[in-house]
Nanobody, 126 residues
Framework: QVQLVESGGGLVQAGGSLRLSCAAS????????VGWFRQAPGKEREFAAG????????RYADSVKGRFTISRDNAKNTVYLQMNSLKPEDTAVYYC???????????????????WGQGTQVTVSS
């Protein structure tokens, strides 16, 4: 089992920045990929960014590319999502998720992930 806890959300004005953290505990010795997803009210959960265990493979949704940066520190069992140039349409609950089945890889599909955090609210005002 892997437990995930997100932090760093909050209220920010458009153009501002936030850094989300996803801290893992439990069975962290396994190599796992991590994805950040977000869900706005009335919308489906969508992929925002993903990173492999090694950090060598990273992918972003087109909507956040160039503004968000995902990174990880395996020594701290933590994955980060640096969000810059935030827009009101980035307002959502942000979730991190861990995937062990792909032996370090990640997926763009929420249904592939085995472990989820509780989410952290990000609100961007115009």
């Amino acid at each position: 089992q892997v437990q995930l806890v997100e932090s760093g959300g909050g209220l920010v004005q458009a153009g501002g920045s936030l850094r989300l953290s996803c801290a893992a505990s439990g069975r962290t010795s396994d190599n796992y990929g991590v994805g950040w997803f977000r869900q706005a009210p009335g919308k489906e959960r969508e992929f925002a960014a993903g990173i492999s265990w090694s950090g060598n493979s990273i992918r972003y949704a087109d909507s956040v590319k160039g503004r968000f940066t995902i990174s990880r520190d395996n020594a701290k069992n933590t994955v980060y999502l640096q969000m810059n140039s935030l827009k009101p349409e980035d307002t959502a609950v942000y979730y991190c998720a861990a995937l062990r089945r792909l032996v370090g890889g990640f997926s763009l599909r929420a249904g592939d992930y085995e472990y989820w955090g509780q989410g952290t609210q990000v609100t961007v005002s115009s």
